[in-house]
């Protein structure tokens, strides 16, 4: 073989070479990206994770704070913190490689949505009781100054029959009132047995008071007394 054909011979060698070196080199390459591609999108999901995690927590902290305490902001940063959950989770199951993942999370966003249909309808409820509890209030306050005034009247009227049944009903009625916050606050069942024994004892005060003979100058304020109680029983918790 002449020196030409070497030498054409071994250029070409080397340019063999060199094109096998740029298509591993381009093969290692595209491998090594696709390979970091993949990190990005598991490291990204993984800090979705995180922040649903925590975005979860506050959705769980915000519930019980307006549950507890009826903070409006807190209903609001309720719904603000849910919404944000599903839509991460709406982003990772967009960006997960793996199939199970991804129906991982779009069953999660089902469930995220609804647990906050049962939230709501938590919310309308604290709300409803809240309404219920200022009427029972305002009730309340009406019926321990109708009281008031027939116990001043009784002893201005100096009937000793008449002012000890006022006192004992002046008396009475603060034991309903006690017995019915009372019920609220510990949510005790026994609570509700109790205070409607209370509400009877003070019916059956109102109606001796009634039959009193020295008492029938305050028939209007007793009947009064009697619409009220009835109002305060009719806006206590159900039995």
Do not use: C
């Amino acid at each position: 073989m002449s020196i030409k054909s070497k030498l054409y011979a071994g250029f070409g060698l080397l340019v063999l070479i060199a094109v096998a070196l740029g298509v591993y080199a381009i093969t290692e390459f595209s491998g090594i990206r696709t390979n970091v591609a993949k990190m990005n999108a598991l490291a990204e999901n993984t800090t979705r994770v995180f922040q649903i995690e925590h975005d979860l927590e506050r959705v769980r902290r915000s519930a019980l704070r307006f549950t507890y305490d009826h903070d409006q902001e807190a209903a609001k940063e309720n719904g603000e913190f849910a919404n944000r959950v599903v839509a991460t989770l709406r982003d990772a199951a967009q960006a997960t490689l793996s199939d199970e993942r991804r129906k991982l999370y779009n069953g999660l966003q089902a469930d995220v949505a609804a647990n906050q249909t049962m939230t709501q309808s938590l919310f309308d409820t604290v709300k409803k009781m809240e309404a219920e509890q200022e009427k029972l209030h305002d009730t309340g306050n009406a019926l321990t100054d109708t009281t008031t005034t027939i116990v001043a009247k009784a002893r201005s009227g100096g009937d000793e029959e008449v002012i000890a049944l006022g006192d004992k009903l002046y008396g009475q009625l603060l034991a309903v009132r006690v017995a019915n916050w009372r019920t609220q606050a510990t949510l005790d069942p026994k609570g509700l047995a109790i205070l409607a024994s209370e509400v009877g004892k003070a019916a059956e005060m109102i109606a001796a008071l009634e039959a009193a003979g020295g008492a029938q100058s305050m028939r209007a304020r007793v009947g009064q007394l009697k619409v009220s109680l009835n109002d305060y029983a009719n806006g206590m918790p159900a039995t």
